[in-house]
């Protein structure tokens, strides 16, 4: 990583864009600004931020001035803070998409548990090396209970598969598949970085799966957009169906009214 860490700054610049972009028209397109929707922005708000501070760990590694010393330490315990608050984000987008309200939500305080015991280790880890430590030279360095964090990402990320298996059936097709996609790409990424040191695979696969998570909300509104309208239409024809009757029938009843001075044998 040491000759390409551009490259991966970089790419994390367009993630921090596009996550942003993502989270404004996902934002825009929430109904009466509630629900899941607000839980699928919120996550692409921390995906941006979690990409702001793992570039700015990266930009200021080494750095041997008081600036660097300090945003060496910030960026890197906000991205672990940050990475762990994306349990309880996409939990409770889970919810809101089964229909389990946030109040009554087992799963979400389990969430909310795991998230916070993480974020409880990296506080610790700000005044002794459990997780993570920096060398001589301002560089971070894992430290012995590293895979610790590991452990619990991997919890929330149990809970996360359990919730989307045993519910399956309150999705569409194509969301389950984003979904499964999501889910799948960061356990790859973890498993991975727990036995190779160097590009910041985690961040990149979870933006990647973020993408597949907006395409599969973009196709979804779409379509229905298309079956509002089909609604809409249906509705129209109904109206126009409805005004017709009432002539006919007014019409029908009128010329019987006449043949029965006329001739009562047509009118019968």
Not at 229 to 249: A, G, T
Request: overall charge positive.
């Amino acid at each position: 990583m040491n000759g390409n860490w551009q490259v991966h700054v970089a790419f994390e610049i367009w993630g921090i864009l596009f996550c942003f972009l993502a989270a404004t028209a996902v934002y825009l397109s929430a109904e009466k600004k509630k629900g899941k929707m607000l839980w699928l922005t919120a996550l692409f708000v921390v995906q941006a931020l979690v990409l702001l501070f793992d570039a700015l760990a990266w930009l200021y590694r080494g750095n041997m001035t008081t600036v660097g010393y300090y945003m060496v330490r910030i960026s890197n315990a906000a991205v672990y803070v940050l990475n762990y608050s994306m349990i309880i984000f996409f939990t409770g987008y889970l919810c809101a998409c089964i229909g389990i309200r946030r109040k009554r939500s087992p799963q979400l305080a389990v969430a909310c548990g795991i998230a916070f015991t993480g974020m409880v280790l990296i506080l610790i880890t700000q005044f002794y090396p459990l997780i993570y430590r920096f060398d001589e030279s301002n560089r971070y360095v894992r430290a012995d209970w590293f895979l610790l964090s590991h452990v619990l990402a991997f919890f929330g990320m149990f809970l996360e598969w359990w919730m989307l298996i045993r519910y399956r059936k309150s999705f569409e097709k194509g969301q389950l598949i984003a979904l499964y996609v999501y889910l799948f790409m960061p356990l790859c990424a973890i498993i991975w970085q727990s036995f190779f040191y160097g590009i910041s695979m985690l961040q990149i696969l979870d933006t990647v799966a973020l993408m597949f998570l907006f395409a599969a909300v973009v196709i979804g509104q779409s379509k229905q957009v298309v079956e509002q309208e089909r609604e809409i239409n249906d509705m129209k024809i109904q109206v126009v169906i409805s005004q017709i009757q009432p002539h006919f029938l007014y019409n029908t009843l009128n010329t019987i009214m006449y043949l029965c001075d006329k001739d009562s044998g047509t009118a019968k």
